[in-house]
């Protein structure tokens, strides 16, 4: 459950910088993008286990297109994009999906 939440964070953060650092506006877009897919998807993950996944494409995406694909007007708006993609990389990866988060049971679960 808490890299759920320290994912939902780094959306948060990644959201937020969307709009603090100067980008260029193909960066912006794929800033955004990737922070609100992230927070999306770091919520579906307690239901299931596909989004961990999916959540690491997302990481992977940002990583190749913040670094690689586009341009900016920066170098500290790339390298947060590319510590923030790594983060969630990692952070997705040891997620383990829904069956990590214990749920209580009454007395007909123990059957």
Same mark, same amino acid.
């Given at each position: 459950?808490?890299?759920?939440?320290f994912n939902v964070?780094?959306?948060?953060?990644?959201?937020?910088?969307?709009? *603090?650092?100067?980008?260029?506006?193909?960066?912006? $877009? !794929?800033?955004? $993008? &990737?922070?609100?897919l992230t927070f $999306?998807?770091?919520?579906?993950?307690?239901?299931?286990?596909? =989004?961990?996944?999916? @959540?690491?494409?997302? &990481?992977?995406?940002?990583?190749?297109?913040?670094? *690689?694909?586009?341009?900016?007007?920066?170098?500290?708006?790339?390298? @947060? @994009?590319?510590?923030?993609?790594?983060?969630?990389? !990692? !952070?997705?990866? =040891?997620? @383990?999906?829904?069956? &990590? !988060?214990?749920?209580?049971?009454?007395?007909?679960?123990? $059957?």
């Amino acid at each position: 459950m808490t890299t759920r939440i320290f994912n939902v964070l780094i959306a948060i953060w990644l959201f937020a910088t969307a709009f *603090m650092w100067p980008h260029t506006p193909a960066q912006r $877009v !794929v800033t955004i $993008v &990737a922070a609100v897919l992230t927070f $999306v998807l770091a919520i579906s993950a307690t239901f299931t286990p596909v =989004a961990c996944s999916l @959540n690491a494409c997302v &990481a992977i995406l940002l990583f190749v297109l913040s670094t *690689m694909a586009l341009p900016s007007l920066r170098l500290a708006t790339m390298w @947060n @994009n590319t510590i923030v993609a790594i983060a969630i990389l !990692v !952070v997705s990866l =040891a997620d @383990n999906g829904p069956g &990590a !988060v214990p749920r209580r049971g009454g007395i007909y679960r123990r $059957v």
